[in-house]
């Protein structure tokens, strides 16, 4: 006992009085301060606490979503009632179910579909203020060129990515449901084929740009922390080049220089992916219990009415999933790139 | 990015407008072979013509903004890592001083000077406080020969 005490006070005695660098992660946006978890210096703790905050939002989304599909069976059950009576026309009928379903499914996803897009947002600024300071840590700890080329490579790919969302893919999705009650209601062949067409650009839109990404990340990780590495050996280099004492006075700076910027980047990007994940997982836990009991409310008109409406539950259940996905994206791209400054590359 | 929302707008638009035209008019007589060569027409012009006025500039200036602002980041971070490397080198070289003078019974505050090169080389030093002539120069032959600071670049003040 008497060893370890004495030890203790010696390795105080060779600290060395020094202030790390000084850095911080940007303060976790409103919407996910309720499930920020307290401790945020273990990621996989942290993480934990999150899901299981989480988990609570799920209760009153299913109890919602639950009547919304109750209601939806509800009326495919009496259009097939309606369709299986002698002298109604199953055109009328598809009309009527259509538009009732569409009614139904339509309110809830439209406040669903704005809560995805306000998460986009929400992560999308979160990351305009993490990935400067993750830069700063980042080339602080001597990966200049690799910082600078993941800063601005994600800037760029989550500028194009989060417009595309807000622009293009929101709108499409709205006339992809609109094309998908049209197709319902009228029939038509060539609205099916047209309706198709739009899942497929928005599916693959999102795919390409991901895709993109990941593949700009490797090369550029690859390339500039190779450059990196070559300017820290020469900087040892003529480090060693020097007078003995002084030499080894900046050879102990320039490791505590690596150590401390490693450090602070290190517990940013702990931060960092933890305040993503609690802005993200909300939204998507409550996007995501719609999704689910509206595909299963698809499942059971499937059985029970007629082709044209199981089809567009079917295509709302689609439409919900492509929100989650849009949402997801966001999310992962930064984490991804997040990952990639901690991870340092050189 | 105004350019392409219009454009897959439109198309989506047309499409829409199209399919529920023709699943409407449902005749396959003249009149309906008719309506679907506008409707091709319409669909084709709709694809085409923005393709013709499309400006990619807006790409090109949001990639240049993006690298000056992680040219900034970078550089902050270089400027940080060079603030604490230099505080560290001074805090040190300073100890060491401050550890020899104690052998010679000398109580000495000592301020640091560094070069500007990449390196931070200690080159100057400025000591205050009472000191005998022997610990004096015994303490600037040490500083010498250890860390390099040669004897006209040591200030003493008394």
């Known amino acids: 006992m008497k060893r370890i005490v004495m030890l203790f006070f010696m390795i105080l005695l060779t600290t060395i009085p020094v202030s ?4 911080e992660a940007p303060v976790v946006p409103s919407s996910g301060r309720d499930l920020m978890p ?4 273990s990621f996989t703790e942290g993480l934990l606490e999150v899901l299981t905050d989480a988990l609570g939002y799920l209760q009153p989304d299913l109890k919602e979503a639950s009547g919304i599909c109750f209601c939806t069976i509800a009326a495919v059950m009496i259009v097939a009632v309606l369709q299986s009576f002698h002298g109604m026309s199953g055109n009328v009928t598809d009309l009527a179910g259509s538009i009732l379903v569409a009614t139904l499914l339509l309110r809830s996803t439209n406040s669903l579909i704005h809560l995805g897009m306000q998460t986009v947002g929400e992560i999308s600024e979160y990351g305009k203020l993490l990935l400067p300071v993750m830069t700063t840590a980042m080339a602080a700890q001597g990966g200049v060129t690799a910082a600078s080329a993941l800063y601005a490579g994600t800037a760029f790919f989550d500028a194009v990515l989060t417009s595309l969302i807000s622009k293009i893919l929101t709108p499409m999705v709205y006339l992809f449901l609109s094309l998908a009650a049209a197709c319902s209601a009228v029939g038509e062949e ?5 309706k198709d067409a739009v899942k497929w650009a928005m599916t693959w839109t999102l795919k390409i740009i991901l895709y993109v990404f990941t593949g700009y990340i490797s090369i550029t990780g690859v390339v500039s922390g190779t450059t990196d590495a070559a300017a820290l050996k020469a900087a040892k280099l003529t480090i060693s080049g020097v007078v003995p004492v002084v030499g080894g006075i900046l050879s102990d700076a320039s490791e505590a220089v690596l ?6 980047k290190n517990a940013m990007g702990v931060y960092g992916l933890l305040a993503v994940v609690s802005v993200w997982l909300g939204p998507f836990i409550r996007i995501g219990a719609h999704y689910l009991m509206i595909k299963l409310t698809a499942g059971v008109c499937g059985i029970i009415g007629s082709k044209r409406l199981s089809g567009l539950i079917r295509d709302f259940a689609g439409a919900m999933g492509f929100v989650l996905a849009m949402t997801g994206a966001v999310c992962l791209m930064l984490m991804v790139s997040t990952v990639c400054y901690m991870k340092g590359m050189v | 990015m105004e350019q392409l929302r219009t454009y897959v707008i439109g198309i989506t638009a047309a499409g829409l407008i199209a399919g529920i035209l023709l699943g409407i008019v449902r005749s396959k007589d003249t009149s309906g072979t008719l309506l679907r060569v506008v409707v091709g027409m319409f669909l084709t012009f709709t694809v085409i013509r923005p393709i ?6 807006d790409i090109n200036s949001n990639l240049t903004s993006f690298s000056q602002e992680a040219g900034e980041s970078a550089a902050d971070g270089e400027i940080l890592a060079r603030d604490f490397y230099c505080s ?10 401050l550890d020899k003078a104690e052998d010679y019974g000398a109580d000495l505050t000592v301020e640091i ?6 390196s931070a080389v200690p080159v100057g030093v400025q000591i205050r406080g009472s000191v005998s002539p022997y610990a004096k120069t015994a303490l600037g032959r040490i500083m010498e020969r250890d860390l390099g600071i040669l004897k006209e670049n040591q200030v003493w003040i008394d």
Not at chain 1, 38 to 41: G, I, K, P
Not at chain 2, 113 to 118: A, G, V
């Open chain 2, 52 to 57: 013709v006025n499309l400006n990619i500039g």
């Open chain 1, 190 to 194: 060539m609205l099916i084929k047209v």
């Open chain 2, 88 to 97: 560290y080198i001074k805090s040190e070289t300073q100890a060491y001083i």
């Open chain 2, 113 to 118: 000077c560094l070069d500007d090169s990449e």
């Open chain 1, 20 to 23: 790390a660098i000084e850095l």
């Open chain 1, 259 to 264: 150590v401390s910027a490693g450090t602070v």
């Open chain 1, 38 to 41: 307290s401790e945020h210096e």
